[in-house]
């Protein structure tokens, strides 16, 4: 069983559509979760981290987890065309990430 | 004032070729790494070196060799390159190596194909 997995999408939503991103994990250990995203020909950048349960708000972004059942999820309000790109939920103490989900928002 | 840069960014060679993939970051961090993301966009870390320290060895065939002459420089060299070495590799750096504070810079990366 891998570490985390995440479903490879592609995911294309309407531009102010609210957009949810989700990640599974293996291990109840796993305390510490972020979230990056990809543009194009880029390299990651980091969104949001989360410790342990419960929800981060960072503007238009939410980070949840659910460690119940090893869950976690990134929610994107009134997303926008900018936002599309590749977003990749990653376990801090293995340096492990999820594949990523692409995500495409259109006008 | 780039975080994070690599050279060269496209890197395109022959089977069998020897080459070298440079990183450096201005950030002050101690600890920086080495992925390797594939044509599934799926990221794999192979090293990580903590104030010049390896740390990190992950199962990589042993023609890569990481080099790290300062905490500010992390070079990847690779022996022998085969067709499935092309890749996307990605330099990053981080102020610690565990837990909060463990969020990583990613440099943008060097293409690398194999003929």
């Known amino acids: 069983q891998k570490e985390v997995e995440q479903d490879p999408g592609p995911l294309s939503v309407p531009e102010g559509a609210i957009v949810s991103l989700n990640c599974t994990y293996s291990n109840s250990a796993f305390q510490y979760f972020m979230w990056y995203r990809q543009y194009s020909r880029k390299g990651p950048e980091l969104l949001m981290y989360?410790?342990?349960?419960g929800n981060k708000e960072d503007g238009r972004f939410t980070a949840q987890v659910d460690k119940s059942s090893k869950y976690i999820s990134l929610f994107i309000r009134d997303s926008q065309p900018s936002d599309s790109a590749t977003y990749l939920c990653?376990?801090?103490?293995?340096?492990?990430f999820g594949t990523g989900t692409r995500l495409q928002v259109t006008l | 004032d780039t975080a994070v840069s690599q050279t060269p960014k496209y890197l395109v060679t022959q089977m069998g070729n020897d080459k070298s993939i440079k990183c450096e970051q201005n950030l002050g961090h101690d600890t920086m790494y080495w992925y390797k993301q594939d044509s599934k966009k799926f990221l794999k870390i192979m090293f990580s070196y903590n104030n010049k320290e390896l740390i990190i060895n992950e199962t990589v065939p042993n023609r890569f060799s990481p080099k790290s002459p300062d905490k500010a420089h992390l070079n990847l060299h690779i022996n022998s390159l085969e067709l499935g070495d092309s890749a996307v590799y990605f330099c990053?750096?981080?102020?610690?190596?565990?837990?909060?504070?463990?969020?990583?810079?990613f440099g943008p990366g060097t293409r690398l194909t194999v003929l």
């Open positions: 990053a750096s981080s102020e610690s190596r565990t837990g909060v504070g463990n969020e990583q810079f």
């Open positions: 989360t410790y342990s349960s």
């Open positions: 990653a376990i801090a103490s293995k340096l492990t």
